[in-house]
């Protein structure tokens, strides 16, 4: 591969435009925020632009591109959010990203930014940054960390021996921004760059950073902590674990009720609606077919819809509190020995907990692991965690055909089976992605607690809430409309429609596993997107307007009015386990494995999982449903 004509490195780089999101004019300039994970740029990119904001992905990858848009004196500017890394090496993707970025003249000035309460392990970035000649300005965030730590920064005499403007500030208090764009104003004037050669090495570079430091870095006495108590609970063996568990068990107990909640008033203001809107249509003549597939059909997507994105709003206010105050970093550290017992470092415990939201949040977050084949054997592992779209849907037909008590049993053994499921992917791809003379250990330094910003909490939250409710209105409502048409049977008889006459000529085989042939539709179905599970169900077991008119199951049961009526008259106690196990273990949707392609960048390792995970649950199903016959 030839090199770069614009920026000379090894590799050509994929970026020379002064913008990808905005079409922006020479006069329009472009500032690139540069920093670590958790050093504020996220919070200050959401701070500045306002709600002129673009999100995106990098040409051919998953990571984010954020660009946004803001005035400063009638003067518009263009901010990036470059995806954060510990370095510029270029290793990962997201290093790769951010050093094209930069070194391809994006950029018109660079805000490196660093945390003033681990202001040495920070400064490896600016280390890393030096030699680009890219105009920069340093940013100190959480500064009142610091301060509370004992710590002070004499920024005077850093910004004189950098050579570039050094702004304190801390990134949740607004009256801090009005130095921060003054100083960017006259920066883009006068183009202040660090007048250094590149450092050739991390022995250089820490040298640089401690010469840096001296008669910079003043620590008098560290105030104590009022997490001090808490965090040597916190970080014991045993007690840190259980403390743990009952945060993150905390977490969805409150996400269930959140659900449940909204998911009750979606269902009387849903009713009302489908309701008015069949009262509406039947009085112009409307063909009762599209009735029922508006009132039925459309009316039930909305309302899953909005109980997957209920349920997940919670999961993700939890987690991202628990990333803001520094707790989550503590996590990775407890588990970390755990962890090492299946080839894995600590910090991988992270996607597992990420996948009970969505997998490919799960998939996309093994990137903290920097070996490849601990990597993919992450993806592989957090691919047994139940996603949001199962979770909807396996404790309303656990409670419906077990009842409260024995279905939260059958809920519970779901998760059980989980870490069963993980040691199991662990034994057949474990030697042969992680070995043990490969395995690498976890090194990290503890963040100190923080005080969350509760308005960046709140906007990550909720845009990552819409974005999961429109992705699944969207596969919901194809998937429901496509087996709408499907069921239909010409002369008014089920029996006469495409799918039935599939269904009955299958059923012999997948009847084996326990799966009635809507059943194992919906399990086909999951494969595709788990989405498309609640849509499959929404049209082949809805009655009485609980999800949809009925269908076949609930027309040979007779006049079911509710889901646990309809579940209960066409599910066997057997085959309903069989069912929740096959569709909780089944392989990932689509996306999800897309999404582990290019995060591996192995189609034969995701082909090779994704045929293990389809197997794997089919056997389950089997045992489970041939072990429910001799006890049910």
Known sequence: MSNCDACASKNKCMYHGKSHLYHKDDNTPVIALLGQPNSGKSTIFNMMPGSHQHVGNWPGKTVDQKEGEFKYKDKKMIVADLPGSYSLSANSDEEIITKDYITSGNADLVLVMADASQLKRSLYMLADYIGTKVPAVLVLNMMDVAKGQGVTIRTEELSK???????????????????LYETIAKSLEDGPVIQKDALSDAKEKMAFIDELLEDVLVVSKTSKSAFTKFDRAALSPVKGKLIAFGIIIGIFLLAMIFAGIVGGIAAAVLAVISSGLNTAMTSVNVHPLLISLICDVLINVLYFATMMASFVLGISLGFN????????????????????????????????????????AGTTGTRVVDNWGQRVLAIAMSWAVPCAATLSVVPTIAIALFGSTRGFLVIMSIFLFMFFMMWVVYKVFGNSLSPKSERVGLIMELPPYHKPNFKNILYVTFQRTWDIFCRALRVISLVSIVFFILTYGFGGSPETSILYKLGVLIEPVTMFF???????????????????????????????????????????????????????????????????????????????????????????????????????????????????????
């Open 514 to 632: 326990g799966l009635k042939w809507q059943a194992f539709l919906a399990f086909c179905a999951s494969a595709i997107s788990k989405e498309s599970l609640l849509g499959v169900l929404n049209t082949l077991y809805g009655a009485g307007g609980s999800l949809v008119s009925s269908t076949f199951g609930a027309k040979t049961a007779g006049s079911a009015s509710d889901i646990s009526a309809i579940l209960s008259a066409n599910f066997t106690k057997a085959q309903g386990l069989a069912f929740i196990y096959a569709i909780s273990f089944n392989m990932p949707c689509v996306s999800a494995l897309a999404a582990t392609a290019r995060e591996t960048h192995s189609v034969k390792w995701t082909a090779k999982i994704g045929v293990f995970y389809t197997v794997f649950s089919l056997l389950i199903a089997c045992i489970v449903y041939h072990v429910g016959l001799l006890i049910f």
């Open 321 to 360: 509190l628990m990333e803001e105050t520094g707790y989550l970093a503590r996590i990775s550290f407890l588990f970390d020995h755990t962890m090492s017992k299946v080839g894995l470092q600590g910090k991988t415990i992270m996607p597992f907990f990420m996948g009970l939201g969505c997998t490919i």
């Open 161 to 179: 021996k950098l050579g570039i403007p050094v702004v304190p500030m801390s990134a949740i208090q607004k009256k801090d921004y009005a130095n």
